[in-house]
């Protein structure tokens, strides 16, 4: 069954007396005086240099000790600890599947608790920091093996899409999506279990809350995803990531590509296999694009309520 509104209110209040217990420096002075720490995180997050402009921000309090103290990061995470101390207090009203409540609750405890492996994801240095503060800043939402950010489709992927699928693109957009904003665009989590493996049924789970998610909030117009792992190019390689389609397949999203994959992207990533076969040229990875309405997403999620939590 679905957690409870006291169940909820139980992982807030634990999540909330520990941030309060926890002994963190202040980015603000005694007083109250100066900017909010959701600013001050802002800040750091648009600065071209994080790790020193966050240096900078704490000499300015007389914070001396180094950030990357031990490998702990203390600065890093006492900024994001503050900033989620203010956030904590607005869950309860938050519009979202009553799971990620609990799983940002479960965040913020790793801002204060983290376990030892957890450390190197507040290095201000990595795209984990970023995901993290947008996490405190309730602007990125952790859904299970994905997270997910409101955003939309960008008019400059049209142009990258295969001259064949592009009528279909867009009538989707304005009949189904009705816009191209703002939609759920989903990001592969960096705090799970297995971050080198992706999981059937973990990845239903992520869709479903994502789905219920948007239910709540009116104005979200469906999901957009683009990723390597949803190209149909990358089963020749992988057939075992092939599920991944399925939830969009079965509800009639739009599935196409938007251009190769670079390098970069992480296709490379955890498979021998798909890395030799991408040496020899037996494998062009592109950019699977999947398009999910509003509507198709409510329906799939309500047409499987095995994939709420027990």
Known sequence: MVASREQIASAIAECRRALEDADIPSFTDSAGG??????LLRNVLTSADRPAALRLLADGRGLTHQNDANGTFPLSRALLAHVARRSVDTLNELPVEASVKAKICDFYKCFVHPSPSEYQLFDPHRTSFVALAKIALLE?????????????????????????????VAYFIGRHLRGF????????????????MLIRRECEKAWYRMALSAELQPDIK????????????????????????VPFSESGALITTRGAADEDEGFLTGSEARKKLYQK????PTMGLVLWSRHQMIAWAHSHPELADT
């Not at 904003?181 to 592969?188: F, L, Q, R, S, T």
Request: charged share 20%; proline share 11%.
């Open 181 to 196: 904003a703002p939609c759920i665009v989903p990001h592969m989590a960096y705090r799970r279990k297995n971050p080198l």
């Open 281 to 284: 040229g037996n494998y062009k």
């Open 34 to 39: 100066g900017e909010p720490h959701e600013t």
């Open 140 to 168: 990125r939402f952790p859904a299970g093996q994905f997270d997910w950010e409101l955003s939309g489709f960008p008019r400059s992927w049209l142009a990258r899409v295969p001259v064949s699928s592009l009528p279909r």
């Open 222 to 245: 469906g999901l957009v995803a683009c990723s390597w792992f949803l190209s149909r190019d990358t089963f020749i390689a992988s057939p075992h990531l092939s599920f991944v389609l």
